[in-house]
């Protein structure tokens, strides 16, 4: 076939490697600070040092195998954001369910984003920063091997205190005021996370975002648990975290969820629907509309079928559920494929919040599917966000873009076949709301898909999100009031060290480096990741082998 014809195999054997690395880190690090970063400034720079040593390599195969490669990040967001939520409400979810929903959530995002490349690349040419940064990365090379270095070197410090921590048990997880006996830790809930990735995470995420965050946790630690302890109107610490922050928490996170797709979603699908209406209308000037039988229009059904008798058949979705699945999928893609090429940020979890709203009050669907459902949109928009910055990529460098399109499918079956197994290992080691990973988002789409009535704190909370999301918005700051109410009820030893990051972000902008800085921390998430999640891995089929 053309499509095949002259295509860098052994680029996308090595974006395939990369891709279920990249998968596995990324929910390692994800389910421990509740977030996961654009992959591609990792994946580029590894691409280019593995092709480079291999010699013969060009800048569009680099690009190729880098777009393989970054698409198991987004696969890994869309999974930990929502499936956790079954583990933490009891439903059984097996290996191959999670390697059903991860498959058809991806090539879902993948089918409904690559026909937007022309329009939002060529014709709108939204930025999508970290894409144009790829390219430049890519088109300037590493001739001296800086980049390289520097990103071995971080790996190796992150992998590291990985080995010491998980391994060789030189260090414990996490460190509080409590096991050092000090008398703070009666009145304040001190502690912090002895790992890089929540540090390296707060850098990336930058000083806003992360000021926020730390502003709901102080709120939580150290005004409303000495507060109600101290005046008895709480037993202890736990119950202020289970019966006030954490619904009060959860309720801002699903208020500033609503408000912030009714300012940004719904504006984007309006736009959208009105570019295809005059499409439609107009017709492409000197153009002949493409009909229905070219083999592009026939794939597209033909994997929309397909994709559609996964959902029902193989995940046991009813026919309501599997058509709003598709629904969502497709309007969710386009969204977050627009926002991302507008922000830099694909909000992703808020689709599937939304999406599982939506089926939850139209069909007032059981919990399992609701979840499922929400997975495979949050799955949907992550992909398709990750597709167009690649896409962005392709275009600067002069990729074929089909070429591009075979590489995200290879990444996403790649990531697909590996993103199960960090979820049960981390299930079956340390459980999903524990310290070690308490798995953010899913808390709050569990709240949603298993809550039969809104609590009284759930639902100040949601008011007071969305109202913080409508005076946000006005002055420019987004979906920051999503970032304190995961503060609200986020561990401590969490929250500490990821406010520690965003302020050496502040420090670094001001000192202009944390351009350079970005691969450092990327790096340091990485490897702690990788050697992370491989060790759980190992420990989990030991013991299930015993």
């Not at 891709?19 to 992959?39: D, M, Q």
């Not at 994709?307 to 309501?320: P, T």
Request: with cysteine; hydrophobic share 55%.
């Amino acid at each position: 076939m053309g499509i095949f014809r002259d295509m860098p195999w052994r680029a996308l054997a090595i974006g395939v490697a990369l891709s279920a690395l990249v998968t596995l880190y990324s929910a390692y690090a994800g389910l421990k600070v509740g977030g996961v970063y654009w992959p591609i400034l990792t994946t580029t720079i590894a691409s280019m040092a593995i092709l480079g040593f291999l010699g013969k390599t060009t800048k569009n195969e680099i690009n190729i195998a880098q777009t393989a490669g970054s698409a198991g990040g987004l696969v890994a967001a869309g999974v930990i954001f929502t499936i956790p939520a079954m583990f933490l409400i009891g439903i059984p979810v097996t290996l191959f369910d999670i390697m059903l929903i991860s498959l058809s959530g991806g090539l879902l995002g993948i089918l409904f984003s690559y026909p937007l490349r022309k329009q939002m690349v060529e014709k709108d040419q939204l930025p999508y920063a970290d894409g144009t940064a790829a390219a430049a990365l890519i088109a300037g090379g590493d001739e001296q091997g800086k980049k390289t270095t520097q990103m071995g070197a971080s790996l190796g410090i992150g992998g590291i205190v990985a080995l010491a921590r998980d391994v060789l048990k030189f260090i414990p997880q996490t460190l509080s005021l409590a096991s050092i006996g000090n008398p703070a830790a009666r009145i304040f809930n001190i502690g912090a996370s002895l790992s890089l990735i929540p540090v390296a995470g707060g850098f990336l995420i930058g000083f806003v975002f992360t000021t926020a965050w730390f502003a709901g946790a102080a709120l939580t630690n150290f005004v409303a648990i000495p507060f109600l302890v101290g005046t008895g109107q709480a037993a202890d610490k736990a119950a202020v975290l289970n019966e006030v922050a954490r619904p009060t928490g959860i309720g801002i996170v699903i208020g500033a969820a609503l408000a912030y797709f009714a300012f940004v979603g719904l504006p984007r699908i309006i736009d959208i629907v009105n570019e295809i209406h005059s499409s439609m209308r107009n017709g492409p000037k000197g153009k002949t509309p493409p009909k229905l039988g070219t083999p592009m229009a026939k794939g597209f059904a033909g994997g929309l079928l397909v994709l559609a008798l996964l959902l029902s058949v193989a995940l046991n979705l009813d026919i309501a559920m599997t058509a709003l699945a598709l629904v969502f999928a497709m309007a969710m893609a386009f969204v977050g494929a627009r926002v991302t090429g507008e922000m830099n940020v694909d909000p992703m979890e808020i689709f599937a919040m939304i999406a599982l709203l939506v089926a939850k009050f139209a069909f007032g669907a059981a919990a399992g599917p609701l979840i499922m459902l929400a997975a495979v949109v949050c799955i949907s928009a992550g992909v398709a966000g990750s597709m167009m910055q690649d896409l962005k990529t392709g275009h600067l460098l002069g990729t074929d873009p089909q070429k591009q399109m075979i590489a995200q499918v290879a990444g996403v079956v790649a990531g697909s076949l590996v993103i199960g197994l960090v979820v049960m290992a981390v299930a079956g080691k340390f459980g999903f709301g524990s310290v070690e990973f308490p798995a953010l988002q899913a808390m709050a789409v569990k709240e949603l898909a298993n809550g039969s009535h809104v609590s009284m704190q759930l639902g100040w909370g949601m008011i007071l999100g969305a109202l913080m999301t409508i005076a946000s918005h006005y002055i420019g700051s987004g979906a920051v009031p999503i970032a304190f109410g995961i503060g609200m009820y986020a561990p401590i030893e969490l929250s500490f060290p990821i406010f520690i990051g965003g302020i050496i972000r502040y420090v670094s902008d001001l000192k202009g480096m944390t351009k350079m800085l970005r691969i450092s921390a990327a790096g340091a998430i990485a490897g702690e990741g990788i050697v992370g999640a491989v060790y759980m891995i190992c420990s989990a089929a030991w013991d299930f082998l015993k």
